[in-house]
């Protein structure tokens, strides 16, 4: 493993979350109204809103804001919730623990399901299991997560068939059984349309792979189909669905607010809806920031992968 490439892309993700953070305190600097005003009310008198200003510390200069607010994000204190005083990190936490939970659930099932359809699908390529399949990821390519989500409260968690719970969450603490039971619906929402993309990429990179030189010259040895398949082409075959899977679970954790909200799950997407109703600034900021910074470790991650998968990337020579 070439350890310069992987400081250089912690570099780039460290700067990525910095530009982030530099953007949202940017932005929600400049929003209209004050913190006092949303903890005091609109009739809250002058010294009363200086006060506030003072013990939340928005009388002191700009960069002197902006530099609190970044160390904050990097050691992941995010200030105060405006409504309870309580701790944002103590309230995102946890939410932010179940979402990823309902996302590595989502993720899990596009891997075990959408991989292996994929290498099916370019070792039968031009056949009718090839066509089946291809029909079924556009189907899935079509379907919205919220439309599935819905159809799928309303044919598994209605009688008669009533398989699943309508909402909620069960920690993992009270058995694998029910905390699965109480995600693999959501899960399986969140994941129609990622279970297809991941498919074709799939599809898509395993036939290259396997009209590619070194696999014709594999078959000419007479290396059985078995072993080209496996042994020499997926390798190769599976590195752009590394990236497609990272970029995924960051479109998991954007569009995990509607599918929250439909299952009542508790995760991060009813905490930030909650944060925006109130007007709670810090809980809105992480809110923001938590899901970005998941998305560039995952992006981050898949470097690694990569970098396992084929070194050349790490020496640039792909």
């Given at each position: 493993?070439n350890?310069?490439?992987?400081?250089?892309?912690?570099?780039?993700?460290?700067?990525?979350?910095?530009?982030?953070a530099s953007?949202?305190?940017g932005v929600?600097?400049l929003?209209?109204?004050?913190?006092?005003?949303i903890?005091?009310?609109?009739?809250?008198?002058e010294?009363?809103i200086q006060?506030?200003?003072q013990?939340?510390?928005?009388?002191?200069p700009?960069?002197?804001?902006y530099?609190d607010?970044?160390?904050?994000?990097?050691?992941?204190?995010?200030g105060?919730?405006?409504i309870?005083g309580?701790?944002v990190?103590?309230?995102?936490?946890p939410?932010l623990l179940?979402?990823?939970?309902l996302?590595a659930?989502a993720m899990?099932?596009?891997?075990?399901?959408?991989i292996p359809?994929?290498?099916?699908?370019?070792?039968?390529?031009?056949?009718?299991?090839d066509?089946i399949?291809t029909?079924?990821?556009?189907?899935?390519?079509?379907i919205?997560?919220?439309?599935?989500?819905?159809?799928?409260l309303?044919?598994?968690?209605?009688p008669p068939?009533?398989?699943?719970?309508k909402g909620?969450y069960?920690?993992?603490?009270?058995?694998?059984?029910p905390?699965?039971h109480?995600l693999?619906?959501?899960a399986?929402?969140?994941?129609?349309?990622?279970?297809?993309?991941?498919?074709?990429?799939?599809?898509?990179?395993?036939?290259?792979?396997?009209e590619?030189?070194?696999i014709?010259?594999a078959?000419l040895?007479?290396?059985?189909?078995?072993?080209?398949?496996?042994?020499?082409?997926?390798?190769n075959?599976?590195?752009?669905?590394v990236?497609?899977l990272?970029l995924?679970f960051?479109?998991m954790?954007g569009?995990?607010?509607i599918?929250e909200?439909?299952?009542a799950?508790?995760?991060m997407?009813?905490?930030?809806?909650?944060?925006?109703?109130n007007?709670?600034l810090?809980?809105?900021?992480?809110?923001?920031?938590?899901?970005?910074?998941?998305?560039?470790?995952a992006?981050f991650?898949?470097?690694?992968?990569?970098?396992l998968?084929?070194?050349?990337?790490s020496?640039?020579e792909?």
């Open positions: 493993m350890y310069l490439y992987l400081l250089k892309r912690t570099a780039i993700a460290l700067l990525s979350i910095l530009i982030v953007v949202v305190f929600t600097t929003l209209p109204g004050s913190a006092a005003n903890v005091l009310g609109t009739e809250a008198t010294e009363a006060q506030v200003n013990d939340l510390g928005l009388n002191r700009l960069p002197v804001q530099v607010f970044v160390g904050g994000v990097f050691t992941g204190d995010f105060e919730s405006l309870s309580q701790s990190s103590a309230m995102v936490w939410r179940r979402t990823l939970q996302a659930v899990l099932i596009s891997a075990i399901t959408a359809l994929g290498i099916l699908a370019a070792a039968k390529r031009n056949t009718f299991v066509h399949v029909s079924g990821s556009y189907v899935g390519l079509s919205p997560s919220f439309v599935s989500a819905t159809l799928l309303m044919f598994l968690t209605t068939l009533e398989l699943f719970p909620g069960v920690p993992l603490s009270q058995g694998v059984v905390w699965l109480h693999l619906l959501p399986i929402a969140m994941n129609t349309i990622i279970l297809a993309y991941v498919l074709r990429q799939t599809r898509s990179s395993m036939v290259e792979t396997l590619s030189d070194y014709r010259t078959r040895k007479g290396v059985a189909e078995r072993n080209v398949l496996f042994k020499h082409g997926l390798r075959g599976l590195l752009p669905t990236t497609v990272a995924n960051g479109w954790m569009s995990v607010v599918i909200q439909i299952f799950f508790p995760g997407g009813e905490l930030i809806v909650q944060a925006i109703e007007r709670n810090p809980v809105i900021q992480a809110g923001i920031l938590v899901p970005t910074i998941a998305f560039i470790l992006n991650a898949a470097d690694v992968v990569y970098t998968l084929d070194p050349r990337i020496l640039g792909q």
